[in-house]
Nanobody, 124 residues
Framework: QVQLAESGGGSVQAGGSLRLSCAVS????????MGWFRQSPGKLRKGVAV???????NYADSVKGRFTISQDNAKMTLYLQMNRLRPEDTDIYYC??????????????????WGQGTQVTVSS
């Protein structure tokens, strides 16, 4: 079992920054994907960024160059540094964990564990 808890969301003006954190507890897979997803009401969750147990990262095209995913294994915490935020980045952001295996990193259906989400609101 893995428990995930996001924090760090809030309201910011366009061009600003936020850093999301995801505290991990329990027993994560030894080889894993840890990802950030976003979701709007009535829409499917979309992958934002992922990092695997070897430290490799992937990003959605819409956030490349603006967002950075990282992890602190000692603190068992996942981060998403969000810079140059845009109004279209507004969403609920979730962290998630799954075993590293075949399948697209952005396929939310493959993730086993989810946090409760944190709201990010970017005003113009």
């Amino acid at each position: 079992q893995v428990q995930l808890a996001e924090s760090g969301g809030g309201s910011v003006q366009a061009g600003g920054s936020l850093r999301l954190s995801c505290a991990v507890s329990g027993y994560p897979h030894s080889m894993y994907y840890m990802g950030w997803f976003r979701q709007s009401p009535g829409k499917l969750r979309k992958g934002v960024a992922v990092i695997d147990s070897d430290g490799h990262t992937n990003y959605a095209d819409s956030v490349k160059g603006r967002f950075t995913i990282s992890q602190d294994n000692a603190k068992m915490t996942l981060y998403l540094q969000m810079n140059r935020l845009r109004p279209e980045d507004t969403d609920i952001y979730y962290c998630a964990e799954r075993k590293l295996r075949i399948g697209a990193w952005s396929d939310f259906g493959l993730y086993n564990y989810w946090g409760q989400g944190t709201q990010v609101t970017v005003s113009s």
